[in-house]
């Protein structure tokens, strides 16, 4: 089984501003994938970046990248220029067989104008 | 093309009552998964299904809860005998061939018991 902790209950951020979000996870497998999904208030979740475990290049979609440090297991978030609207829940997930996918118990975020 | 769509989207039941919840994956999507999400809380997986094949229910929390996806399209989850703590939104998302990662969610179901 695998386990993934978000510490973070809410965050906010002035707009325009640099936020990161935590997420650290447990595992027992070499190889997986870890993801953040956001869900804005309107509950319909996308994927906003994803990190292949054996790639030890941290994955960038835009204004979002991840810092992925394997052996500390941490799988933080970064948002850059945050805009009104990244608020949402963001929530941290993985998997290793892409069977069962774990997500953690979410980060929300407010962004201030 | 359309999204993943799920009905109703919301269910009042009372405790006791049978339930059943619809979900509609993007055409030709081969993976779907349930999740359960109670609030606050993250989604928790109940189940997931390779075309017909349900091949992970690890997740579902009782015998009380079905999951069925006969023709490998369209999925129900059924409750029975539904209890307080069934309460929760429903979700469902489905993934394409070759690009297991990429999960598409629906709107989800809110089952409120009464």
């Known amino acids: 089984a695998q386990t993934v902790t978000q510490s973070q209950p809410e965050m906010s951020v002035q707009e325009a501003e640099t936020v990161t979000l935590s997420c650290t996870y447990d595992t027992s497998e070499s190889d997986y994938y870890l993801f953040w999904y956001k869900q804005p208030p309107s509950r319909q979740m996308i994927l906003v970046i994803r990190?292949?475990?054996?790639?030890?290049q941290n994955a960038t979609e835009n204004r979002f990248s991840v810092n992925f440090q394997k052996a500390a297991k941490s799988f933080s978030l970064k948002i850059s220029d945050s805009q009104l609207g990244d608020a949402a829940m963001y929530f941290c997930a993985s998997t290793y067989n892409f069977n069962k996918f774990y997500f953690g118990s979410g980060t929300k975020l407010n962004v201030k104008p | 093309g359309a999204g993943v769509s799920q009905s109703p989207r919301y269910k009042v039941a009372k405790r006791g009552q049978d339930v059943a919840l619809r979900c509609d994956p993007i055409s030709g999507h081969v993976s779907l998964f349930w999740y359960q999400q109670a609030l606050g809380q993250g989604p928790e997986f109940l189940t997931y299904?390779?075309?017909?094949?349900?091949?992970?229910k690890s997740g579902l929390p009782s015998d009380r809860f079905f999951a069925e996806r006969p023709e490998g399209s369209v999925s129900t989850l059924k409750i029975q005998r539904t209890q307080q703590e069934d309460s929760a939104v429903y979700l469902c998302?489905?993934?394409?061939?070759?690009?297991?990662?990429?999960?598409?969610f629906g709107p989800g179901t809110r089952l409120t018991v009464t």
């Open positions: 990190q292949e475990a054996y790639k030890q």
């Open positions: 299904f390779q075309n017909e094949a349900q091949l992970d």
């Open positions: 998302a489905s993934s394409p061939m070759g690009a297991y990662y990429e999960q598409y």
